[in-house]
């Protein structure tokens, strides 16, 4: 079974850093990667898929980047509403469809 | 306005049964990829399974933690989404998300809904 991890686990930041978030696969996964944003209560979003495509709607800064064994989501300048647990998620259900574990994004 | 809206969750003994269900609008459902992810509570995502649209024929893929005790159907013609659940567990407790990659043919989730909530306990 194919295992994905997320680091960090937690994320302290301030509004206006720049975050970075790392997804990794124990097997290449390609380009099939997706991160969602998820905050306390509610369901998960869509942000990115494809491992770089913006949905559409999202804010540009997000964006998300890699292919293979590691992708990262990065947030250009964290604002206020982005504080939330961020969860990346391989689809190629050839090897079966595995969320991450999450990262919380909380105030420093 | 894209809708997703289940139904059906409760409390269940161990050991039960529960049907839930999930009322779409808003796009295509013929031409959509449906599938349930669940989360237990103050846990993270786990996707539970899909069935693909009639034109990629229906296919139907589990994740293995509930392979042989949840069956995935849908109802075209009434645009719901099915998750028959048998032989719950206590580890079934959790918020059920129905979810839908509005007809673009992956199995990421476009579009979820509000979820509805099992618990399993005796």
């Known amino acids: 079974d194919i295992q994905m991890t997320q680091s960090p686990s937690t994320l302290s930041a301030s509004v206006g850093d720049r975050v970075t978030i790392t997804c990794r696969a124990s097997?290449?996964?390609?380009?099939?990667l997706a991160w969602y944003q998820q905050k306390p209560g509610k369901a998960p979003k869509l942000l990115i898929y494809k491992a770089s495509t913006l949905k559409s709607g999202v804010p540009s800064r997000f964006s998300g980047s890699g292919s293979g064994t590691e992708c990262t989501l990065t947030i250009s300048s964290l604002q206020a509403d982005d504080f939330a647990t961020y969860y990346c998620?391989?689809?190629?259900?050839?090897?079966?469809?595995?969320f991450g574990p999450g990262t919380k994004v909380d105030v420093k | 306005e894209v809708q997703l809206v289940e139904s059906g969750g409760g409390l269940v003994k161990p050991g039960g049964s529960l049907r839930l269900s999930c009322a779409a609008s808003g796009f295509s459902f013929g031409q959509a990829w449906m599938s349930w992810v669940r989360q237990a509570p103050g846990k993270g995502l786990e996707w539970i399974g899909r069935?693909?649209?009639?034109?990629?024929?229906?296919?139907?893929d589990y994740a293995a933690p509930v392979k042989g005790r949840f069956t995935i159907s849908r109802d075209d013609s009434e645009n719901r989404f099915y998750l028959q659940m048998n032989s719950l567990q206590t580890e079934d407790t959790a918020m059920y998300y129905c979810?839908?990659?509005?007809?673009?043919?992956?199995?990421?989730?476009?579009?979820w809904g509000q979820g509805t909530l099992v618990t399993v306990s005796s």
């Open positions: 979810t839908t990659d509005l007809g673009n043919h992956e199995d990421y989730s476009d579009y």
């Open positions: 097997l290449n996964i390609s380009l099939w």
């Open positions: 998620q391989q689809y190629n259900s050839n090897i079966g469809v595995t």
């Open positions: 069935v693909k649209s009639k034109d990629y024929g229906a296919t139907i």
